[in-house]
């Protein structure tokens, strides 16, 4: 069964502006910033701005127009931040750990996008 929702996780802290964040995009559905340790030239998070521990309760609960919107905003960012083929740019990766062995840390859904060099294979062995 999926873990309930813990209201002090960090990111929820980020979403309630009680800790700093170097954001980089906002709407009613999504709040985009950049990582504190970064895996890329750009690695950029995107969280839903209601309480979903991972991919899979937001997927189960979440109302369509939140799925929507949220998605629509991850694509916002990278065309924002330059990345996307369809405005002229290198492309990019997005990415969810959801759960113990994708080694999620932070129990709040949050989506990686990476970008800015080539970014080698999808998965270290
Ligand atoms: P995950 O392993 O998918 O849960 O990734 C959690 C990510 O959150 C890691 O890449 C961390 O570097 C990042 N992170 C943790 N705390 C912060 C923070 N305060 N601001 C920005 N990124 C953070």
Avoid: C, W
């Avoid at 521990?53 to 937001?58: A, G, I, Q, R, T």
């Avoid at 759960?99 to 932070?106: I, P």
Wanted: charged share 20%.
């Amino acid at each position: 069964m999926a873990e309930p929702y813990d209201h002090d996780n960090i990111f929820a802290k980020i979403l309630r502006g009680e800790i700093p964040a170097k954001k980089v995009f906002e709407d009613p559905f999504a709040l985009a910033f950049h990582d504190i340790n970064p895996q890329a030239p750009v690695h950029v998070l995107v969280i839903p701005k209601g309480a979903y521990v991972s991919l899979d309760d937001f997927l189960d609960d979440a109302p369509d127009a939140q799925v929507t919107g949220f998605f629509r905003a991850v694509g916002k960012v990278a065309r924002e931040l330059g990345l996307a083929e369809s405005q002229g740019g290198p492309g990019f990766r997005v990415l969810s750990n959801a759960g113990g062995d994708a080694h999620q840390e932070v129990p709040h859904l949050h989506v990686h996008l990476f970008g800015g060099r080539p970014l080698g294979p999808m998965l270290v062995k």
